[in-house]
């Protein structure tokens, strides 16, 4: 058999990550781009070759990522006009008989997993990774009928869900031309690729493979944290570089990380899991514990990090910051805090700004949610924010305002 060649989904837009304005693809978790762990990932489950499908944004870091272990060649998807539309690109690209894995650049599993689903794929003819959800899930599903794939139904309606298996977006072809002939036909349609799909399931048996490890995705903003919680449990190595400056009056407790350049001064605690990027200052009598603090950010005095995701260049100082994600570039002034908790108990929704007037509300699942700040914003000494607000890039607070309705970028 031969070694499948890996097509890389990256081309999209986004457009259900605001408020937060760095493409998906590229947004940075201990240190790197997302696309690069993804890469990383596919490297490790034994992929040699892979072809990313990449826009304007991400094209120039994507052809960075190649190396002698994983060569990649890109083409660009000038509109983000759907997967039919990215994997027409790659028609030409592909031998009649190379077998190929179509993931999505935002998915993440266990790279040993995946190394197996590789393994398996080798004796079908294609082959569908699926997981078993225990409560509802806002995409597709598969309809199974033993270890065949007989349908995929995208986003039924709560209860309606034909199995409790996920689709996940990793999908093998030993032919792949005989499902791009069936993608052609599809035209423009927004459904061409799971319409093909579902031809291709009635001329073919596609097989079922069963995954219960994690996955996480990065659709919307609020899954910054998940994506921050999957990285701190099974991606963190506990390490304090040798160029770091810690103060022996710090406190360090469990797996931490603390980069190159990154200073802990005296009276602050680290609790783990935690990540410290290069460049950060973590300043006296402050408190991390499970956060990723990215690059250059600055921890002041007296602030708390709890569970929350901190971007490069952020300035804190005397601030709590609970289950939120700053962007990058975002200074909280003294004294601002974010809530995180609904008095009456129930699932914090995200809201985000609406050209309408009302909010749009996001569910999210979480019993826990502050704030989800965009690149550049700027809120004055002592504000409040209240659970799930977002709030837009480059966007602006009096001091001591409370912050209860979501904020539009620049405002």
């Known amino acids: 058999m031969k070694t499948p060649i890996f097509v890389v989904l990256a081309g999209g837009i986004g457009k259900n990550f605001a408020p937060l304005i760095t493409p998906k693809t590229v947004f940075p978790f201990f240190g790197q781009p997302l696309i690069a762990h993804t890469l990383e990932m596919i490297r490790e489950a034994g992929a040699r070759e892979a072809i ?32 039919a539309d990215a994997l027409k690109l790659v028609f030409p690209m592909i031998e009649e008989n190379q077998p190929i894995i179509i993931i999505n650049a935002v998915d993440l599993i266990e790279p040993l997993a995946l190394k197996n689903f590789v393994k398996k794929a080798a004796s079908t003819y294609a082959q569908i990774l699926g997981m078993r959800v225990s409560k509802y899930f806002l995409g597709g599903y598969l309809q199974i009928d033993g270890d065949r794939v007989v349908g995929v139904v995208e986003k039924p309606k709560p209860g309606e869900e034909p199995s409790d298996i996920a689709n996940l977006l990793f999908h093998y072809f030993s032919r792949p031309h005989d499902f791009f002939a069936l993608l052609k036909k599809q035209g423009d349609k927004d459904d061409a690729y799971e319409q093909a799909l579902a031809k291709l399931m009635k001329q073919e048996k596609v097989s079922f493979l069963a995954y219960d490890g994690y996955w996480q995705k990065l659709k919307q903003a609020h899954h910054v944290l998940d994506m ?13 570089d040798r160029q770091a400056q810690v103060d022996r009056r710090a406190t360090i407790e469990g797996p931490v990380y603390i980069a190159a350049g990154a200073q802990v001064l005296a009276g602050a605690v680290i609790k783990g899991p935690a990540y410290i990027g290069p460049g950060v200052i973590v300043g006296n009598h402050t408190l991390i514990r499970d ?89 004055g000494v002592n504000c409040s924010i209240l659970p799930g607000i977002s709030i837009g890039a480059e966007a602006t607070a009096y001091p001591g305002s409370v912050i209860n309705k979501a904020v539009a970028a620049d405002n």
Request: charged share 20%.
């Open 52 to 83: 990313v499908i990449c826009n304007q944004a991400n094209e120039a870091i994507s052809q960075k990522l190649s190396s002698k272990y994983l060569k990649l060649q890109t083409v660009v998807q000038d509109e983000a006009l759907g997967q």
């Open 228 to 240: 921050t919680k999957l990285f701190l449990t099974h991606k963190l190595r506990h390490k304090i």
């Open 291 to 379: 956060s990723i603090i990215e690059s250059g950010s600055v921890i002041g005095f007296g602030s708390e990090v709890a569970r929350s995701y901190i971007g490069p260049n952020c300035s804190l100082h005397h601030n709590f910051i609970g289950d939120s994600v700053l962007e990058s570039e975002v200074n909280p002034s003294y004294g601002t805090c974010t809530a995180n908790l609904r008095f009456d108990g129930a699932k914090v929704k995200m809201r985000l700004a609406h050209s309408g007037g009302a909010d749009t509300l996001i569910e999210t699942d979480k019993d826990k949610l502050g704030s989800i700040m965009a690149r550049g914003v700027f809120l």
